[in-house]
């Protein structure tokens, strides 16, 4: 990971090594880095200074400040990653406590409305790059940096490389998206907007980048308001919707996982609260009593 050297103190350097030492993602870095700033904002002098005591009036503070559990317990990791091994006081944070979590079910888009939202893209690029994020289940960041040379026809599988958790995995490739992901290549090539071999989906910009999530977003969220949907609208929605259907489509769970490259079952298996599908085949008890009720 690239820092500027310009400004960085001796304590953040050192954390950059620690953590780049780990094999910490990029993003996990900057989100590391952020929450050890905003406790020395709080703190209004260097972070290693902190007390067990200042430390749990710090949470106080996130907490009163109306933060999200969720966010909370980023900073707590990321604190914990600072006193446990850039500072080396494990002891300090003893008084930060994980905050318990609401279980959300994902919402998920029927369908239909996965139809209307690949068509109402308005051109062949963004149908495609949308098609594989809901087709192959892929998160967002996977999908932009998916390059030419990734999509193999001969297995029909896409190749997901360095995906969550610095894991490859191979992703499933069906034949209406490899048409469409041909059609793209043949259009970009002649278009110009592609290279021979280099990034699937490249940057309006320059052909050397590829397009970043953030203007996959811009593209998912153009499309959604162009589709008419009112759900509220994620590229990870996508990837929930892709998983919900296959289980709706009576694939097997595990299958489900490797193709989403989860490490635990577990976090596979909240698709089965909202495959709905699947509810409405199940007769219930209530069915098996032939109550005579009145008319």
């Given at each position: 990971?690239?820092?500027?050297?310009?400004?960085?103190s001796?304590?953040?350097?050192?954390?950059?090594?620690?953590?780049?030492?780990?094999?910490l993602?990029?993003?996990?870095q900057r989100?590391?880095?952020?929450a050890?700033?905003?406790l020395?904002q709080?703190?209004g002098?260097?972070?290693?200074?902190?007390t067990v005591e200042?430390?749990?009036l710090?949470?106080?503070h996130l907490?009163?400040?109306?933060?999200?559990?969720?966010?909370i317990?980023?900073?707590?990791?990321?604190?914990?990653f600072f006193?446990n091994?850039t500072?080396?006081?494990?002891?300090l944070t003893?008084?930060?406590?994980r905050?318990r979590?609401?279980h959300?079910?994902?919402?998920v888009?029927s369908?239909?409305?996965?139809?209307?939202?690949i068509e109402a893209?308005?051109?062949?690029?963004?149908?495609?790059?949308?098609?594989v994020?809901?087709?192959?289940?892929?998160r967002?960041?996977?999908v932009?940096?998916?390059?030419?040379t990734?999509?193999?026809?001969?297995?029909?599988?896409?190749?997901?490389?360095?995906?969550?958790?610095s894991?490859?995995?191979?992703a499933?490739?069906?034949?209406?998206l490899?048409?469409?992901?041909q059609?793209?290549?043949?259009?970009?090539h002649?278009q110009?907007?592609?290279?021979?071999?280099?990034?699937?989906f490249?940057?309006?910009v320059?052909?050397t980048?590829?397009i970043?999530?953030?203007?996959l977003?811009?593209?998912l969220?153009?499309?959604?308001?162009?589709?008419?949907l009112?759900?509220?609208?994620?590229?990870?929605?996508?990837?929930?919707?892709f998983?919900?259907?296959?289980?709706?489509?009576?694939?097997?769970?595990r299958?489900i996982?490797?193709?989403?490259?989860?490490?635990k079952?577990?976090?596979?298996?909240?698709y089965?609260?909202i495959?709905?599908?699947?509810?409405r085949?199940v007769?219930?008890p209530?069915?098996h009593?032939?109550l005579?009720?009145?008319?």
């Amino acid at each position: 990971m690239s820092h500027s050297t310009k400004t960085i103190s001796p304590l953040r350097q050192r954390m950059i090594e620690d953590m780049t030492m780990r094999n910490l993602t990029p993003g996990t870095q900057r989100g590391y880095i952020r929450a050890v700033k905003r406790l020395a904002q709080f703190l209004g002098r260097s972070p290693d200074t902190a007390t067990v005591e200042e430390l749990r009036l710090f949470q106080m503070h996130l907490t009163d400040a109306g933060m999200a559990g969720g966010n909370i317990n980023s900073i707590i990791t990321a604190l914990n990653f600072f006193f446990n091994v850039t500072v080396d006081q494990p002891g300090l944070t003893r008084k930060m406590h994980r905050v318990r979590t609401a279980h959300k079910l994902p919402v998920v888009l029927s369908p239909d409305e996965v139809k209307w939202l690949i068509e109402a893209a308005p051109i062949l690029r963004d149908k495609a790059a949308l098609s594989v994020a809901y087709g192959s289940g892929l998160r967002a960041a996977e999908v932009c940096a998916l390059r030419v040379t990734d999509i193999d026809r001969s297995r029909m599988t896409i190749r997901v490389n360095q995906g969550k958790g610095s894991k490859d995995r191979f992703a499933l490739l069906s034949p209406t998206l490899l048409e469409l992901l041909q059609n793209w290549w043949y259009q970009g090539h002649q278009q110009g907007k592609m290279l021979k071999r280099g990034w699937l989906f490249p940057s309006r910009v320059r052909l050397t980048k590829p397009i970043s999530p953030r203007q996959l977003n811009r593209i998912l969220h153009n499309a959604a308001d162009a589709a008419g949907l009112e759900k509220p609208i994620t590229l990870h929605l996508l990837r929930h919707s892709f998983a919900t259907h296959l289980l709706e489509q009576g694939v097997d769970i595990r299958v489900i996982q490797v193709l989403l490259g989860h490490k635990k079952l577990e976090t596979t298996a909240r698709y089965t609260h909202i495959a709905t599908r699947t509810l409405r085949s199940v007769t219930g008890p209530l069915e098996h009593l032939r109550l005579h009720l009145p008319t």
